[in-house]
């Protein structure tokens, strides 16, 4: 997942905490709430920056559990903003998400920190026994079409002949 978010060129990221015990932990029932509030704050920012959510690409991934308060971290890319000024998409969401659900840090995306934010982002969660979770993500069909878009651009990428050569020389069994 972290090529493939490398790829792309992000406009925002974020980071939401949800202000209610229920959506706390690993459940299916809690899963499908910060699903439903993630897609609303979505639908909302659209809906005031007449944008068209099909076309926004992004990517969110929510972690906690009992313990830890739930938050979820997204990255929203260019892809979809249509120019919007950042700073005031940024607001639109914080200010959405703040009068409803809980803490929100939503800001542009730093393009000189893109690995960082990236591997933050697609980092691995553990339970309290040390097992890796599998991780709820978030991905908008826009997104799967960039990252589509993305691995035909390699799949047509050709060497140049020398280097082809000198490869084929070298491994060659």
């Given at each position: 997942m972290g090529y493939n978010l490398a790829k792309i060129d992000w406009a925002l990221i974020g980071h939401l905490t949800?202000?209610?015990?229920?959506?706390?932990?690993?459940?299916?029932a809690a899963e499908q709430v910060?699903?439903?509030?993630f897609y609303r704050l979505i639908g909302h920012t659209c809906g005031c920056l007449k944008l068209r959510p099909r076309n926004l690409a992004f990517y969110a991934k929510p972690e906690g559990d009992k313990i830890?308060?739930?938050?979820?971290?997204?990255?929203?890319?260019?892809?979809?903003?249509?120019?919007?000024p950042l700073e005031l998409m940024a607001a639109t969401m914080q200010d959405y998400w703040s009068k409803r659900h809980g803490l929100?840090?939503?800001?542009?995306?730093?393009?000189?920190?893109?690995?960082?934010?990236?591997?933050?982002?697609?980092?691995?969660?553990?339970?309290?026994?040390?097992?890796?979770?599998?991780?709820?993500?978030?991905?908008?069909?826009?997104?799967?079409?960039?990252?589509?878009?993305?691995?035909?651009?390699?799949?047509?990428?050709?060497?140049?002949?020398?280097l082809n050569r000198i490869l084929a020389d070298n491994f060659m069994a």
């Open positions: 949800i202000d209610d015990d229920f959506t706390a932990g690993y459940s299916e910060r699903r439903e509030l830890k308060r739930c938050h979820i971290h997204f990255l929203i890319a260019r892809h979809g903003t249509k120019g919007r929100a840090k939503i800001e542009p995306f730093d393009a000189k920190r893109q690995w960082q934010g990236v591997a933050y982002q697609s980092k691995f969660e553990f339970d309290s026994n040390g097992n890796r979770l599998e991780p709820y993500e978030y991905k908008s069909e826009a997104l799967k079409a960039l990252f589509r878009k993305n691995a035909d651009a390699d799949s047509n990428f050709k060497l140049p002949p020398m």
